[in-house]
C-alpha cells in the first residue's frame, strides 16, 4: 500500500518513518530543496546551524523515543542554562526564586504572587478552564494589571500584534511548565541539544527511510491532492502524479487551499487558523552577549520581544550565534523590508542590552523568513480545531497548529508523525 506524506519537516519524516514499520510503500514530497523544515541547517560563515532554533527540554519523552529508535541518543547533551529579562535599561537574572526576589521592578507581593502561579504551573497536569480564558485573564487574576504591563504586554504586543490580548493562557500556561520542569535543581534550568544540532536528527531519519526503500523527494512542492469517491487516490506534484491509498500533510494549513480543490469544503475547515510570519536574523559575532541562553525584552526602543543567544547550550568554539526574531504578520509593511536593513537593526537591539557588542564583532549573518511562523491560538482554540483524520478517507493533515495547547518544536513534531502513522492501517 502506497503513502504520500507532504512536508519533509520533522513531523513528516517522522511519519514516515514509522509508516514504513507497519510496511507502507512511503514517498515523502518537499517544496524546499532540503529536508528538515523549521530544522534544516544552512552555512553561516562555515558553521552549520539550524535556520530557527530548537532546544530540548527534560519532558519531550517524543524526542527521546525516536532519538532511541535511531540510534542518536549518546548524541543528546545536557547544558545548564538560564534566562534574562532586560528591562529599564538593565539586564536582570531571571527564572529561578532567587532572580525574582531580587528583581526590582515588582513589589514584594507581585513577586510572590508571580512565582506562585508559575510555581503551580509546573505542577498543573491539564489545562482544564485555562482553555476558556486569555493569557491576560490568566496572568492578571494572580499577579495584578501591573504585573501584566510590565512584563508580559510588551512582549505579546510585539510578538502577536492585534491578537495580543487574545492568546490562549493554556497556550503559555504548556510554556511555562515545559521551561519550568527542565530543571536539575529549583535553581538550576536544564536544556538539551544534539551535537552536530537538528541535522543529526534530519539526516538520521532520512538515512533510515532510505534503508528500507523510502523516497524523499526535494524540490517537490505538490499542487493537488486527488480524491474520488470520497478516498484520497494521490497527490501531484512537479507535474507528476503519485498514487496513494494514503496522504499525511504535514504542510502549513494556509497552503491547503488550492490542494483540496477536489474536496469542496473541506478547505473551508482551515481558514479560521491564523499565522503570525517570523523574520529571524541570526548573527555570529566574535563576543558575547549576555550570560544567558534566552533574553526577553522590554524596551521602548526595541521592536523584538527576546532573543536567544545559541552558543549559550551550543557552544561554537568561542563565538557566539544570536537568533533575533521579528515577529509579524506576513502582509505587514515591515516584513519585506531588505535583509541588510534587519541586520543593522537586529545589530542596534543588541547594542541596547549590551552597548560594547560593535560592528567589528559581526563575523556573519543571514536573515530567514517564514510567512506562517506561529500559530494564534485564543481562548477556545482546541474546539475549531478540525479533526486530524480528515473526513476524506485515507487523508490526514496536520501542521503545527495541531500541538495545541503545545508549542511547535522537535518532540511535538515527532509525537504527531508517530500517531499519523499509527492510525494508518497495518500494510503487511
Known sequence: MRLVVLGAGIMGLAAAHHALDRGWDVTVLEAAPQAGGMAAHFDLGGLSIERFYHFICRADAPTFALLDELGLRDSLRWVPTSMGYFIGGRLHPWGDPVSLLRFPHLSLVEKLRYGLMAFLATKRRDPGRLEHISAREWITAWCGQAVYDKLWAPLFDLKFHEHADRVSAAWIWTRLKRIGTSRRSLMQEELGYLEGGSET?????????????????????????????????????????????????????????????????????????????????????????????????????????????????????????????????????????????????????????NPAIGPEDLRSWHVGRLRHAQPVCPPGFAAGLPPVRTPVQGLQLADTAFYYPEDRGVSESARFGRMMAQALPLAR
Open 201 to 353: 536528527l534530519v539526516l538520521a531519519l532520512e538515512r533510515a527511510i532510505a534503508a528500507r526503500g523510502g523516497r524523499v523527494l526535494l524540490g517537490q512542492p505538490a499542487s493537488r491532492i486527488h480524491v474520488a469517491d470520497g478516498r484520497v487516490t494521490g497527490v501531484t506534484a512537479g507535474g507528476e502524479i503519485h498514487p496513494a491509498e494514503a496522504v499525511i500533510g504535514t504542510i502549513p494549513t494556509p497552503l491547503l487551499g488550492g490542494l483540496l480543490a477536489e474536496a469542496p469544503g473541506l478547505a473551508d475547515a482551515y481558514a479560521t487558523i491564523r499565522n503570525i510570519g517570523v523574520v529571524c536574523v541570526v548573527l555570529r559575532l566574535g563576543r558575547s552577549v549576555t550570560p544567558h541562553f534566552w533574553v526577553n525584552v522590554s524596551d521602548p526602543r526595541s521592536r523584538i520581544p527576546g532573543f536567544v543567544e545559541f552558543s549559550n547550550l551550543r557552544p561554537m568554539d568561542g563565538e557566539a550565534v544570536v537568533y533575533v526574531p521579528y515577529y509579524m504578520p506576513s502582509d505587514h509593511a515591515r516584513f519585506g523590508m531588505d535583509d541588510l536593513a534587519f541586520r543593522d537593526e537586529a545589530m542596534e537591539h543588541l547594542r541596547i542590552v
